[in-house]
């Protein structure tokens, strides 16, 4: 498949932008699930030990991948705790 590629590319050296965009779109998509799998809190990997880990976290913790106007570093706790 890669040869089938890299004969495209030298017959059609336009394609080249599009084989690098959609291999960095590829690899950008496959990053974030890789990322949401992993430090998401609503996943559980170890149902045993820590059944529930959205429950361990403090209200100044960002979990979020971006927030445009949201300082967690400043936030209080107002439920109770489980």
């Given at each position: 498949?890669l040869?089938q590629?890299?004969g495209?590319a030298?017959?059609h050296?336009?394609l080249?932008?599009?084989?690098?965009?959609i291999?960095?779109?590829?690899?950008g998509?496959?990053?974030?699930?890789?990322?949401?799998a992993?430090?998401?809190?609503?996943v559980?990997?170890?149902r045993?030990?820590n059944?529930e880990?959205?429950?361990?976290?403090?209200?100044?913790?960002?979990?979020?991948?971006?927030?445009?106007?949201?300082?967690?570093?400043?936030?209080k706790?107002?439920?109770p705790?489980f």
């Amino acid at each position: 498949m890669l040869r089938q590629i890299i004969g495209q590319a030298k017959k059609h050296p336009s394609l080249i932008p599009l084989f690098v965009f959609i291999g960095a779109g590829g690899t950008g998509a496959a990053l974030y699930v890789m990322r949401l799998a992993l430090f998401n809190p609503d996943v559980s990997w170890d149902r045993k030990n820590n059944p529930e880990p959205w429950n361990k976290l403090g209200p100044n913790d960002q979990y979020k991948f971006y927030s445009v106007n949201v300082d967690y570093s400043k936030l209080k706790k107002e439920g109770p705790d489980f």
